[in-house]
């Protein structure tokens, strides 16, 4: 079992910054592919960043590449999502997901096993 607490997230003006934090329990963080998800109302949820159980391998989302870095830091059992350059389109509710005993998972929500509850970010213009 694994549980996963988001922080960080508000209100932040178009081209501001967020950095992003989410904090694992369990004993497994270091053998477990992480990612972020994102999801505004009325859409459906969207992969946004991921990243493998060693942070050696980081894949983005074309519409954040360039912009979001996603980075780990397993002595702490916490993933970060460093957020620059935002806009509106970036306003929504981002939760943090895990795969157990997984190197590199993907882009697919339903291959996650664990979610956090999520936290806001609302970018204004």
């Known amino acids: 079992q694994v549980q996963l607490v988001e922080s960080g997230g508000g209100l932040v003006q178009a081209g501001g910054s967020l950095r992003l934090s989410c904090a694992a329990s369990?004993?497994?963080?270091?053998?477990?592919?992480m990612a972020w998800f994102r999801q505004a109302p009325g859409k459906e949820r969207e992969f946004v960043a991921t990243?493998?159980?060693?942070?050696?391998?980081?894949h983005y989302a074309d519409s954040v590449k360039g912009r979001f870095t996603i980075s780990r830091d397993n002595a702490k059992n916490t993933v970060y999502l460093q957020m620059n350059s935002l806009k509106p389109e970036d306003t929504a509710v981002y939760c943090c997901?895990?795969?157990?005993?997984?190197?590199?998972?993907?882009?697919?929500?339903?291959?996650?096993?664990?979610w956090g509850q999520g936290t806001q970010v609302t970018v204004s213009s």
């Open positions: 997901a895990a795969d157990r005993q997984s190197y590199y998972t993907g882009t697919y929500p339903h291959k996650y096993d664990y």
């Open positions: 369990g004993r497994t963080f270091s053998t477990s592919a």
């Open positions: 990243i493998s159980w060693n942070g050696g391998r980081t």
